[in-house]
């Protein structure tokens, strides 16, 4: 995976339940951010999903998008984080 300073990682994990990649689709297509690739799964009744997004056109500050999601994620009752790939890349290191 090539990193990029405009690209983060998007995770989110909780209770399935109705409208999760909904919620988040929406809010950050309303903030001009791109997913670029996405997996979600169901785990006996946990959601987990993981995103690739693309930061360059977005219209807010990076510390309120996890201001937002952060949000979010207590409205839909998940946890959703955001880590930029280089931070990512180097945290799962091996």
Not at 37 to 52: A, C, E, N
Not at 54 to 67: A, F, P, Q, T
């Amino acid at each position: 995976m090539e990193s990029n300073k405009n690209t983060a990682v998007i995770s989110v994990i909780g209770k399935d339940r109705v409208g999760i990649i909904a919620g988040v689709a929406t809010l950050l297509s309303q903030n001009d951010i791109n997913i670029k690739d996405i997996s979600q799964t169901i785990l006996d009744g946990i959601f987990t999903m993981i995103m690739m997004v693309d930061l360059k056109d977005n219209v807010i500050e990076n510390s309120d998008i996890v201001e937002k999601l952060n949000a979010l994620g207590e409205e839909l009752e998940v946890t959703i984080t955001i880590q930029h790939t280089d931070l990512f890349d180097r945290m799962h290191r091996i």
